[in-house]
Structure formats: structure tokens, C-alpha cells
Nanobody
Framework: QVQLVESGGGLVQPGGSLRLSCAAS????????MRWYRQAPGKERELVAG????????NYADSVKGRFTISRDNAKNTVYLQMNSLKPEDTAVYYC?????????????WGQGTQVTVSS
């Protein structure tokens, strides 16, 4: 079955950096786009970054452009989110997402999430 396992979260001071990883299994990773979302307390889940299956085209939320970089290693079935110049407003649970075909519909799969806290 599809599994997405995030890691790399933690507590970091403002201006610091973290690198999140998401290890995927149960599907042909190289064929599908991957996304990172985040959800802060009391807020809706929001799309942070996405990357295509091949070619590595990326897109970012305006709030993270120039600070975050999404990448993938198809040989390792892993997608990354490098986060630099972190701000307190980046504090959230970060989730890895794959939107995959299942029978005649697309299904969202999520990891368990990893907590990122930016605080001095």
C-alpha cells in the first residue's frame, strides 16, 4: 500500500534552516508529481511546494518563494523540502502528499506529518 513517511522536523531559531524528507513506497514514485503542504494551528492546510515527476519543474506558495526549495531523488523514492531563512510564521505541521489514480478517480495520500517550530 501507499506509504509516505516524513522526517526532519524540529525546533529552529528564526533565520535557521531545516531539511524535510519524505520517503515514499507502494507506488511508482518517478511517475508522479509530489507536494508539500503545511497546517498551522487554527488554520487550513495550505500548499507549500510541488514538483513534477520528471523534468523537475517546481512551484511554490508566494510566502516561501526564495526561501524554500523542493527537490526529489527518484532513485531513492524521496522528496525533500529545504527550508532556509525560517520565520515564526513557518511554524506548522508539514505533510508530504501524492495524488494518485485509484480506479476511476484520484486519491490524495498523506504522510503522518512532521512538526516544524520556529522560535527563539
Amino acid at each position: 500500500q501507499v506509504q509516505l513517511v516524513e522526517s526532519g522536523g524540529g525546533l529552529v531559531q528564526p533565520g535557521g534552516s531545516l531539511r524535510l524528507s519524505c520517503a515514499a513506497s507502494g507506488f511508482t514514485f518517478s511517475r508522479y508529481a509530489m507536494r508539500w503542504y503545511r497546517q498551522a494551528p487554527g488554520k487550513e492546510r495550505e500548499l507549500v511546494a510541488g514538483i513534477t515527476s520528471v523534468g523537475g519543474r517546481t512551484n511554490y506558495a508566494d510566502s516561501v518563494k526564495g526561501r524554500f526549495t523542493i527537490s526529489r531523488d527518484n532513485a531513492k523514492n524521496t522528496v525533500y523540502l529545504q527550508m532556509n531563512s525560517l520565520k515564526p510564521e513557518d511554524t506548522a505541521v508539514y505533510y508530504c502528499n501524492a495524488n494518485l489514480p485509484a480506479w476511476l478517480q484520484l486519491v490524495d495520500y498523506w504522510g503522518q506529518g512532521t512538526q516544524v517550530t520556529v522560535s527563539s
